[in-house]
């Protein structure tokens, strides 16, 4: 019933910009938290950024001053702006959005996109 599908990834070189986007889509009464993951090679899914139904933003230490997330209710979607990308941003970004069904009584279940490749390299 639901899936999310992610745009936007690409090569880029060191200190360029690439946005995400993650288009949630079905028969969706409700998305709660929206949040970005990744996961380069060889290391642990790492959460990125996240946002919440009210507009309040987290970010990873790593990340902060360089990445903003957003979404648009309207359109069920969130983005990533990644500015001043660095080489250690290369990872297979995926989106992750709380959805509720409320006449499949499914309330606040996570779904995930099927990741977009982010490569920082020279």
């Known amino acids: 019933q639901v899936q999310l599908v992610e745009s936007g990834g690409g090569l880029v070189q060191p200190g360029g910009s690439l946005i995400l986007s993650c288009a949630a889509s079905?028969?969706?009464?409700?998305?709660?938290?929206m949040r970005w993951y990744r996961q380069a090679p060889g290391k642990e899914r790492e959460l990125v950024a996240g946002?919440?139904?009210?507009?309040?933003?987290n970010y990873v230490d790593s990340v902060k001053g360089r990445f903003t997330i957003s979404r648009d209710n309207a359109k069920n979607t969130v983005y990533l702006q990644m500015n001043n990308l660095k080489p250690e941003d290369t990872a297979v970004y995926y989106c992750?959005?709380?959805?509720?069904?409320?006449?499949?009584?499914?309330?606040?279940?996570?779904?995930w996109g099927q990741g977009t490749q982010v490569t920082v390299s020279s």
């Open positions: 992750n959005a709380e959805v509720s069904i409320a006449t499949m009584w499914i309330y606040g279940r996570n779904y």
């Open positions: 079905g028969s969706i009464t409700g998305v709660n938290a």
């Open positions: 946002i919440s139904g009210g507009g309040s933003t």
